[in-house]
């Protein structure tokens, strides 16, 4: 009859794969759960359980916090984040550090802003120092030539005979330090010099081009080093007077 075919019976030993359950779980060949692959997949979540933390809430108590905040490596006091400076200037702030322990940065955190100060900050007050000592030098030559007019004109005067009678690099070393531009007030002012007066500590002859060598010396414009200023000044002093 029409309804015989449906009711065939099942073959022996066929089973349906129950639903929901992965492919990689069963096996299409014997129609039997591979028990085997189900208990691996089971251990290995369960040790991934183990070592997850619960993310604690605003009421979570104290040592669940702790917990949480160990396992992302926050140290439990602020001095004890371990940071490389990367600048000469820029040293640990235990005010900063322990702000950013208190949000719960992370040791990498806390390192990439103490890298960012250094990238971004650092630059920016050296601006500032450099803008602070040259508007200081501009001061000082302003009072020493009487007066912002004077100044005007004796700047220009000077920029035009040391460009015109100095190497370069010796011109924007004496023009950047204002002891470098009296210096070169001075020699325009004596014009050629004396041939022929003492010689200079170095054994030198004593000349404007030996003075203008020795003012190019990083330990003239750039350490200024006490005595060995003074030592050009006695030089300028014997070679034109004081």
């Not at 371990?82 to 640990?92: D, F, N, S, Y």
């Not at 920016?124 to 912002?148: K, M, N, P, S, T």
């Not at 200079?200 to 005595?227: H, I």
Request: hydrophobic share 35%; charged share 30%.
């Amino acid at each position: 009859m029409y309804y015989e075919d449906s009711l065939e019976p099942t073959p022996t030993g066929a089973t349906a794969k129950p639903e929901g359950l992965p492919d990689k779980f069963w096996d299409p060949e014997t129609q039997t759960v591979r028990t085997d692959a189900l208990v691996r997949g089971y251990l290995r979540l369960e040790r991934r359980l183990h070592r997850m933390v619960a993310v604690p809430g605003p009421d979570s108590p104290a040592d669940e916090v702790a917990q949480f905040r160990r396992a992302l490596g926050i140290p439990d006091r602020p001095e004890h984040y371990p940071l490389t400076l990367r600048h000469p200037h820029i040293g640990v702030d235990p005010e900063v550090n322990h702000r950013l322990h208190c949000a719960g940065c992370t040791p990498d955190q806390v390192q990439l802003i103490y890298d960012l100060a250094v990238e971004k900050l650092a630059p920016v007050a050296e601006q500032i120092r450099r803008d602070y000592q040259q508007q200081r030098g501009l001061d000082r030559l302003r009072e020493h030539f009487g007066g912002d007019a004077r100044w005007a004109e004796t700047a220009r005067q000077v920029a035009a005979w040391g460009k015109a009678n100095l190497d370069p690099e010796v011109f924007h070393a004496l023009a950047s330090v204002p002891e470098g531009v009296v210096a070169m007030h001075r020699m325009m002012a004596g014009g050629e010099p004396l041939m022929g007066r003492a010689p200079v500590a170095n054994d030198e002859p004593l000349s404007e081009a030996a003075l203008k060598k020795m003012m190019a010396d990083p330990r003239y414009w750039k350490k200024k080093d006490p005595a060995f200023i003074d030592k050009v000044s006695s030089g300028f002093r014997r070679l034109y007077g004081e």
